[in-house]
């Protein structure tokens, strides 16, 4: 039997719904077999794990939670202050998803990931976050 662990889900933290779905059907298309939830924000994703954490159910505690950069700079690490400050949350990996043009510049906030490589790599990371 499979334990708990292999099926805890993944959670975007990302202010547009559209391009969380995006992300996600692309991530989905590059091999990710695990759930990804969305969550607008740090509070609703704090919510989230707070929820998940008192019902005490493992299946539902992510992995991993990609935090998009278009949350800005202090919401991100507001959340990721909370979650170290939350001992049982200490198996979350926390990514930060970021995009740069080809010069190194931040690209604009709707380019999101684009290119194939970006999807793969960020894939990988979460395999290699996830897959114990």
């Known amino acids: 039997m499979k334990s708990a662990a292999?099926?805890?889900p993944i959670l975007?933290?990302?202010p547009d719904r559209s391009e969380a779905e995006l992300l996600i059907e692309k991530l989905k298309?590059?091999?990710v077999s695990r759930p990804i939830l969305w969550r607008r924000d740090r509070f609703d994703?704090?919510?989230y794990l707070a929820a998940a954490?008192?019902?005490g159910d493992e299946r539902y505690m992510p992995c991993a939670v990609l935090l998009d950069e278009q949350l800005g700079a202090s919401e991100t690490q507001a959340f990721a202050d909370w979650v170290?400050?939350?001992p049982s949350l200490g198996t979350i990996h926390l990514i930060m998803l970021t995009s740069e043009t080809d010069g190194g510049r931040s690209a604009p906030p709707q380019a999101g990931i684009e290119r194939r490589s970006e999807i793969n790599a960020v894939a990988g990371i979460l395999a290699r976050?996830?897959?114990f």
């Open 6 to 8: 292999l099926h805890r």
């Open 12 to 14: 975007l933290v990302h």
């Open 29 to 31: 298309a590059s091999g």
């Open 45 to 47: 994703a704090c919510d």
């Open 53 to 55: 954490e008192i019902g």
């Open 84 to 86: 170290r400050a939350m």
């Open 129 to 131: 976050a996830c897959d």
